[in-house]
């Protein structure tokens, strides 16, 4: 039984008066949102304090869905990323749906929403290696980049060098929602998140633990004790930022656990079945 199931069951055998209480208080809590993380994994991830996030592992986790939601309630100005134009076209539907109409929204390329004269959503794909540099210099405090490991390393890396904002207060961050990768592309994800999916790694983190990294001088990866674990690096202070993985699968998600895609996922023929089902 999943948490949700365990709250929908207390709910049931609630007393009536006490049913309506709990029910006028939720609607209250989330009147002024637009969308509503699935308790577990996807909830952890949407409260996740990571400057840099990994979500996902297998299929069905919610993960599109995370990077839309956080898109419509915590940012200005959000750049929604595909590594194929194409395969942005279910990741606008679900803005469209989440959003309420087509108003706000411009299909010409790149496309784009604006939510309010406050937010937009920017998607754009990047299918060449150097497609990326096109969005140079644009700014974006939210980076979502759905299924991260088709992109490579160094597009990825380029991309997180514009997450910032003019906007005091604004919480910036990256999410890399992905499945685990079907190519050696996509195998940077397992030196990046070391800490989460080297089995062989030194200290081992739990799935949502912070850990600290810098770039050293060679602009590889250095992992540091903790957020004031400053170092200088050609002469310059460098602050650690944050990291963290939380898994997430199809059991996770009560829109699919209780319909056949497991059963579809299942049935995939090898070695896709091993690669997408068996985590990173």
């Known amino acids: 039984m999943t948490l949700l199931d365990e709250i929908y069951a207390k709910l049931q055998v609630m007393p009536e008066e006490d049913k309506k209480v709990v029910t006028t208080m939720a609607m209250e809590a989330t009147k002024d949102l637009h969308w509503i993380p699935n308790f577990g994994p996807q909830q952890d991830a949407y409260f996740s304090e990571a400057d840099c996030l990994l979500y996902g592992g297998e299929p069905g986790g919610g993960k599109s869905q995370l990077i839309l939601g956080l898109a419509f309630n915590c940012h200005k100005r959000s750049l929604v990323m595909r590594r194929q134009y194409g395969d942005l076209e279910r990741l606008i539907e679900d803005s469209l749906k989440i959003h309420g109409s087509r108003d706000g929204f411009n299909g010409s390329p790149p496309p784009r ?37 088709h992109f490579a390393e160094s597009q990825v890396r380029f991309l997180m060098g514009w997450v910032r904002t003019e906007t005091p207060g604004q919480r910036c961050r990256t999410v890399l929602a992905t499945n685990p990768p ?95 089902m068996g985590g990173f």
């Open 113 to 149: 929403l604006r939510i309010n004269d406050d937010q937009s959503i920017y998607f754009r794909a990047a299918q060449r290696v150097g497609d990326e540099q096109s969005t140079m210099g644009q700014g974006r405090d939210l980076l979502g980049i759905d299924e991260a490991t």
């Open 182 to 276: 079907l190519t050696a592309e996509g195998l940077w994800v397992n030196t990046m998140f070391a800490p989460w999916l080297d089995p062989n790694h030194p200290e081992p983190a739990r799935p949502g633990e912070l850990r600290w990294v810098i770039s050293d001088e060679e602009g590889k990866d250095e992992w540091v004790s903790g957020p004031d674990d400053v170092r200088e690096v050609r002469g310059k202070i460098i602050r650690p930022t944050s990291r963290t993985f939380i898994p997430a699968s199809v059991k996770d998600n009560p829109y699919y656990a209780k319909t056949d895609y497991e059963r579809q996922l299942d049935a995939l023929p090898e070695p896709y079945r091993s690669l997408l």
